[in-house]
């Protein structure tokens, strides 16, 4: 791993843009975290102060909210780099042409990476959150992991960031803590929901009325707390029993804490 102060300072093709020896640049997947900028960490900070190219995952005509949160710290256009998904909502994940089309987007910005990383330029891919978790970093890093050196930054993820907003411990004593995605069928939602002690359902959207029946199912629905955007502009906190409507926006999600052993 790269000691900060070998990370070359962006824009320094004059002096060749590497230190002598370096062959390749390095492939960054850099957390930053649940929204709001005060969250990213110090090596975050130095990594997107540094690196050649910014690049962040969007939908067509958007700009991603991972680069969104990086105004805070760097604006410069001529470093950003746009991936535009193919698709996000439109088809089901499981769809083969959603599934096609998804890897040649991946192969095709992997391909397009190995040139400016062999061109010895330094890729920062942001990540909202962690970029191991649920990241789709972890596409473009397990196509290019074996050819360049990779730092992988890691970030507070969006769930801590809700549970902290909320006020809400999550787990206590030897309570078991399950993370489900929303897109599970209803039947295994209510499942793994009865089986654990405590949960965070992610990806809600258009599977709000899915996931509260299950909730319901499992007996925890009581428990439950609904976040919108935690840490972000706009933030909603209120219990999912007392929400009215079963509309959520791709940054929400619900959480179910614990109730284990307290000395």
Same mark, same amino acid.
């Given at each position: 791993?790269? *000691? @900060? /102060?070998?990370?070359?300072? *962006? &824009? *320094? +093709?004059e002096e060749g843009e590497r230190p002598a020896g370096r062959v390749t640049g390095t492939l960054y997947g850099v957390g930053m975290g649940p929204g709001n900028p005060d969250y990213l960490t110090v090596r975050a900070v130095r990594v997107l102060e540094r690196a050649h190219h910014l690049v962040h995952f969007c939908k067509a005509g958007r700009r991603g909210n991972a680069r969104t949160i990086a105004d805070a710290v760097v604006q410069d256009p001529a470093r950003e780099w746009a991936l535009a998904y193919p698709y996000t909502t439109e088809l089901p994940p499981d769809d083969a042409t959603y599934?096609? +089309?998804l890897a040649r987007f991946y192969d095709e910005a992997a391909a397009r990476m190995a040139d400016e990383l062999g061109a010895g330029r330094d @890729?920062?891919?942001?990540?909202e959150g962690d970029p191991f978790f649920y990241g789709s970093f972890m596409h473009l890093w397990r196509r290019l992991k074996d050819r360049f050196p990779v730092e992988v930054v890691p970030g507070v993820t969006g769930m801590s960031g809700c549970w902290t907003r909320a006020g809400t411990p999550i787990t206590?004593?030897?309570? @078991?803590? /399950?993370?489900?995605p929303a897109t599970l069928p209803a039947a295994v939602l209510a499942r793994r929901l009865a089986?654990?002690?405590a949960a965070v359902i992610m990806k809600l959207g258009r599977h709000l009325p899915k996931v509260r029946a299950a909730l319901a199912e499992a007996g925890l629905l009581g428990r439950a707390v609904y976040v919108?955007? &935690? /840490?972000? *502009? &706009?933030e909603r906190i209120a219990l999912l029993a007392d929400k009215p409507d079963d509309q959520a926006p791709y940054f929400s999600m619900v959480l179910v804490p614990g109730e284990g052993r307290r000395p």
């Open positions: 791993m790269d *000691a @900060v /102060t070998d990370l070359p300072r *962006a &824009g *320094a +093709a599934v096609s +089309a @890729v920062a891919i942001l990540s206590w004593g030897d309570d @078991v803590l /399950t993370v489900l089986e654990t002690d919108e955007r &935690g /840490t972000m *502009a &706009g």
